[in-house]
């Protein structure tokens, strides 16, 4: 989908002759010395691109402070014979699914019996519930092993303690202003965490916890790094250096030896081992593992992740309920567009939306409008909702405020989730309106390099592409080529949605762009990236249309 970008808010760099001599220095293409030219790169970041420095894994696990629980948890796992019967309790997104599965594996290794419970979406909602737990702790279980929930429910780990269970959470959710976590969480937004540490998921908390205390072998968590990268890459965490290895690693390990039943949705999507990619992964497999949490329970996904029998039709309801969520998540945006142009501009209500699909269409919103949102649904008498901020705002500060209005809430800087009762919503709903229309958000600022398509080669890319995995925190270089007015729009695609902008021999993708044909064609030029693209085992670069940029640019 693109997005609006105007002129006074966009720096074009153009290559010089200091990026000419630095090509020539480094042996590489002109394109890949302005990249590491308008990024202020160092002669270690230059060093590090030609493969002369690589930084042991090592090194960056010793720098990573996973909180205070972390030792604790690693010398309680030590000290323990055996974990007995295992539950496992995680969460229904990529994440969650993917520390269930990583935890599974883990405590399978000194465990007599493990098994996972996964709440339900729209009957239970996020988090550790009490009710739940009462349930399932009369069954036997020795140890209760909590991933990416639990850092805020400290009265129900003592509850699950005191019944006399092993318990071990692992998370990465921001704890409520001056709430301090339980002993037995590893988060690193706890007591003694660090910078590093809290750009991890909760499968990279998991992961690395589990690395940095030798609880298992290093070659056999160096198996499971797929987990991590996926996590790493759903969750948008920032990827610093240490999660690029973890995702760079980890999509190595799904090109070489997939797990079988990423294997199979790889082969159903399309995917060939050399096309898988931060960006393919990030469109096409993590909404996939996605729906099945979103549309109806969670376990499709786990059983897609560990394999065994019946993966093949696990993978075809993935793909089933992922065409289903694509569908409704169409209508609900254009919805939800009508209900912010009324009289609240950042806050919906849709009577008859599901509510599982509202955080990927929020954020989807939030990121064209970069403003923040609100879409929220009913469910089972209440009112539940998403909260989606862009850069420079922060998600859980403005939900802190109503916090004793609210059942239940939390998330993270840029994203929340929270559920209210119905008679609570009005007051709620102004709040929230009238907190997230007082918020200051700067329009992001951009960068791009002046190349034309026609001057970026498909050797050039792949040495561009060396520089990644790209993402939040490290995000992929923007190109600018400016608009002559002879260019021709031509439909691309079945249903006319998408565009292609077509200038002698150089074509651009504009995905979605039939909406805005009218910005597209009065334009100064466009913000465009590169993509290696995979067709009938052909390898082609197409050009990506990111930003149609409005005004005059000086």
């Given at each position: 989908m693109t997005a609006l970008c105007r002129a006074g808010r966009l720096q074009i760099v153009q290559p010089s002759s200091s990026t000419k001599s630095l090509a020539e220095k480094m042996g590489c293409s002109l394109v890949t010395a302005a990249v590491l030219e308008s990024r202020g790169g160092t002669e270690k970041d230059r060093d590090h691109f030609l493969g002369l420095d690589p930084v042991p894994e090592k090194s960056l696990i010793d720098c990573l402070d996973l909180g205070s629980g972390a030792p604790e948890a690693a010398e309680r796992w030590k000290r323990l014979p055996a974990l007995g019967k295992v539950l496992v309790y995680g969460d229904y997104d990529v994440d969650g699914v993917s520390s269930t599965t990583l935890a599974m594996e883990i405590c399978r290794e000194k465990a007599r019996l493990v098994r996972y419970f996964i709440p339900h979406r729209h009957d239970q909602g996020y988090g550790l519930h009490e009710s739940v737990l009462r349930k399932l702790l009369p069954m036997g279980w020795d140890t209760l092993f909590v991933v990416d929930c639990g850092s805020k429910d400290t009265g129900i780990i003592s509850m699950a303690e005191n019944a006399g269970l092993n318990v071990f959470v692992f998370d990465h959710h921001q704890p409520e202003e001056g709430m301090p976590f339980h002993s037995s969480v590893v988060n690193p937004h706890g007591q003694g965490g660090n910078a590093a540490g809290k750009a991890l998921c909760a499968t990279g908390v998991l992961w690395t916890w589990a690395r940095k205390y030798g609880i298992l072998p290093e070659?056999?968590?160096?198996?499971?790094?797929?987990?991590?990268?996926?996590?790493?890459?759903?969750?948008?965490?920032?990827?610093?250096?240490?999660?690029?290895?973890?995702?760079?690693?980890?999509?190595?390990?799904?090109?070489?030896?997939?797990?079988?039943?990423?294997?199979?949705?790889?082969?159903?999507?399309?995917?060939?081992?050399?096309?898988?990619?931060?960006?393919?992964?990030t469109m096409k497999v993590i909404p996939c593992l996605n729906a099945a949490g979103r549309m109806e329970l969670a376990d499709t996904a786990v059983a897609v992740l560990c394999g065994g029998g019946g993966t093949d039709g696990k993978v075809e309801t993935l793909l089933a309920l992922n065409r289903k969520r694509q569908t409704l998540s169409g209508k609900i945006s254009e919805e939800a567009a009508v209900l912010l142009s009324g009289s609240a501009n950042h806050v919906a209500l849709g009577e008859f939306w599901p509510v599982g699909v509202l955080s990927g269409v929020a954020s989807r919103i939030c990121s064209v409008k970069s403003a923040p949102v609100v879409l929220a649904a009913p469910v089972n008498g209440g009112i539940r909702g998403t909260l989606r901020v862009p850069e420079g705002g922060d998600a859980m500060k403005v939900l802190d405020p109503i916090s004793p209005l609210l059942d239940a809430w939390g998330g993270h800087q840029y994203a929340a989730g929270f559920s209210v009762a119905r008679d609570k919503w009005d007051d709620v709903s102004t709040y929230l309106e009238d907190a997230l229309s007082a918020m200051e958000v700067e329009e992001p600022f951009l960068t791009a390099l002046d190349f034309p398509p026609g001057e970026i080669s498909m050797k050039s890319w792949k040495e561009v592409v060396s520089l990644g995995p790209f993402g939040n925190g490290n995000p992929a270089p923007l190109f600018f080529v400016s608009r002559t007015g002879g260019e021709k729009l031509l439909p691309l695609g079945k249903d006319g949605r998408h565009l292609q902008i077509e200038s002698g021999s150089e074509r651009l993708l504009a995905f979605d762009g039939e909406r805005s044909r009218n910005e597209i064609s009065s334009s100064s030029g466009w913000l465009y990236r590169p993509r290696l693209d995979y067709w009938r085992g052909r390898e082609r670069l197409q050009f990506i249309v990111d930003y149609i940029v409005t005004g005059d640019i000086g």
């Open positions: 070659k056999r968590l160096e198996s499971m790094k797929d987990l991590a990268a996926l996590a790493t890459l759903a969750d948008c965490m920032p990827l610093t250096q240490f999660n690029r290895l973890l995702v760079k690693d980890g999509i190595g390990l799904m090109r070489s030896s997939p797990r079988p039943g990423l294997a199979k949705l790889f082969s159903r999507l399309g995917l060939s081992p050399a096309s898988l990619s931060e960006e393919t992964l």
